[in-house]
T-cell receptor
């Protein structure tokens, strides 16, 4: 069975500082990997995803994540955060051949001035 | 934004009463999903549908049933609501299962007293 671990439930950071949100997964087969973001009182929105090809994927708002097969990780990074990045971030894994996403427990990113 | 609506958006009910939540999409996507979101658990899949009248269980399906009589509507029913079913419920859609982005609705906040 596949599972996702987000070890950090909350990450406080100052504005313009770099941040890394960690995600590790377990699966015995090939996977697709996703990061979703949830702003307060809203549904989830896709931030970025890895399906195949380049292991480094980027979002339009400056986030990036790198698929590391040997470490079974898909950490999310941003070199300089903004107040507006305050949200909860969910990592998710989908086994190729299956239809069901499995989510991590989420990491709340708190950006302060 | 993907055309997904959920109704009601908020509901307060009493233990033992039946509750039906509705998810409506205008995207003609094949797959529809119901998740619940609880602190410390992230999102967990309740049921999903891969076509009209085709549904399957997720990891937390006990106490829930679903129906999909039309492509655009996916209903989640709590036959006899319990306090443990107090949660935020999200509907999601995707065009195909493998690797495709899931688009989420705005959520329904359910309180069972």
């Amino acid at each position: 069975a596949q599972s996702v671990t987000q070890l950090d439930s909350q990450v406080p950071v100052f504005e313009e500082a770099p941040v890394e949100l960690r995600c590790n997964y377990s699966s015995s087969v090939s996977v697709y990997l996703f990061w979703y973001v949830q702003y307060p009182n809203q549904g989830l929105q896709l931030l970025l995803k890895y399906l195949s090809g380049s292991t480094l994927v980027e979002s339009i708002n400056g986030f990036e994540a790198e698929f590391n097969k040997s470490q079974t990780s898909f950490h999310l990074r941003k070199p300089s955060v903004h107040i507006s990045d305050t949200a909860e971030y969910f990592c998710a894994v989908l086994n190729t051949g299956f239809q069901k996403l499995v989510f991590g427990t989420g990491t709340r990113l708190l950006v302060s001035p | 934004d993907a055309g997904i609506t959920q109704s009601p958006r908020h509901k307060v009910t009493e233990t033992g009463t039946p509750v039906t939540l509705r998810c409506h999409q205008t995207e003609n996507h094949r797959y529809m999903y119901w998740y619940r979101q609880d602190p410390g658990h992230g999102l967990r899949l309740i049921h999903y549908s891969y076509g009209v009248k085709d549904t399957d269980k997720g990891e937390v399906s006990d106490g829930y049933s679903v129906s999909r009589s039309k492509t655009e509507d996916f209903l989640l029913t709590l036959e006899s609501a319990t306090s443990s079913q107090t949660s935020v419920y999200f509907c999601a859609i995707s065009d195909s299962g493998a690797g495709e982005t899931q688009y989420f609705g705005p959520g329904t906040r359910l309180l069972v007293l």
